[in-house]
């Protein structure tokens, strides 16, 4: 067997760990070519770097946890460039001239809204203020919508059966979202029950559904998964994703593009 060189054999062996959710040494071994010292020495820096966790005779992956939702105007200012980036690639590559989006109230999809200005007889429907707000500007030149509903003041959202009810009686061409995680094991996770629920009955009315992750939700359990990863047409993330985790995503046939 090849050796691979230390680095992507460490990315190689956590990815493994977040896949089986625990290993042992002489399992790591191996499936890696290389002694049990390097296999410890490389866990323990994998350790160092909160990657993976050292457990008795080998390895368990890491639970991240994202339990207190964030405030809609501090996720404003998160990763911004690479949610720019992200917002900007998914309209440019998935949006057309005539298509119905359905737009949720995250801020990387609140921030494609500038970039929409470029097509025709676009038909925008959202449930989220942050995202009105930008289609505003637009109003005239491209037909802007929002759901009824309980206000949620954390996320700027509407929410609720009334919600639910608005986006399962319509249609739309694709369906965009975020998640607040996203893991193999777990899926794309959010915070938030009522969001979820308004998420699903959005991608459950859409032909397509494309869901725009930065890199710092990988790795990131939340409270509830939002759908399989089965129901996911497309993956828009940045390049800081991590590799190993981007090429499982596609061998389980998830469509994954990095801006």
Same mark, same amino acid.
């Given at each position: 067997m090849q050796k691979l060189p230390a680095e992507l054999r460490r990315e190689q062996i956590a990815a493994f760990v977040e896949e089986q959710d625990n290993t042992t040494a002489l399992e790591l071994g191996d499936r890696f070519g290389v002694s049990l010292m390097t296999v410890w020495r490389d866990l323990s820096v994998l350790a160092e770097k909160g990657r993976v966790r050292r457990v008795r005779g080998g390895a368990a992956r890491v639970e991240q946890h994202a339990e207190l939702e964030p405030l809609y105007d501090s996720k404003r200012v998160v990763n911004l460039t690479a949610?720019?980036? =992200?917002?900007? /690639?998914?309209? +440019?590559?998935?949006? #057309?001239? @005539? %298509? =119905?989006? /359905?737009?949720? &109230?995250? *801020?990387?999809?609140?921030?494609? &809204?500038? /970039? !929409? =200005? &470029? /097509? #025709? %007889?676009? *038909?925008?429907?959202?449930?989220? !203020?942050?995202?009105?707000? +930008?289609? &505003?500007?637009?109003?005239?030149?491209?037909?802007?919508?929002?759901?009824? @509903?309980?206000?949620?003041?954390?996320a700027f959202t509407f929410v609720g059966p009334q919600a639910e009810e608005y986006f399962r009686s319509i249609n739309a061409s694709i369906c965009f979202l975020s998640a607040t995680g996203l893991t193999l094991h777990e899926g794309i996770t959010d915070v938030n029950l009522l969001e979820i629920q308004v998420k699903r009955a959005m991608a459950s009315s859409s032909d397509r559904v494309i869901f725009l992750l930065d890199s710092s939700k990988w790795g990131v359990r939340s409270l509830a998964r939002i759908v399989p990863l089965a129901d996911v047409d497309i993956l828009v993330t940045d390049t800081a994703a991590p590799a190993p985790l981007v090429e499982s995503l596609r061998a389980m046939g998830v469509e994954v593009h990095q801006a």
């Open positions: 949610k720019e980036r =992200i917002a900007r /690639y998914a309209v +440019e590559h998935f949006v #057309q001239s @005539g %298509d =119905i989006l /359905y737009m949720e &109230a995250g *801020t990387t999809v609140a921030a494609m &809204a500038k /970039y !929409l =200005i &470029a /097509y #025709q %007889d676009l *038909t925008v429907i959202g449930n989220g !203020l942050g995202t009105m707000n +930008e289609l &505003a500007r637009l109003a005239g030149a491209v037909n802007v919508y929002c759901c009824g @509903g309980l206000l949620r003041p954390v």
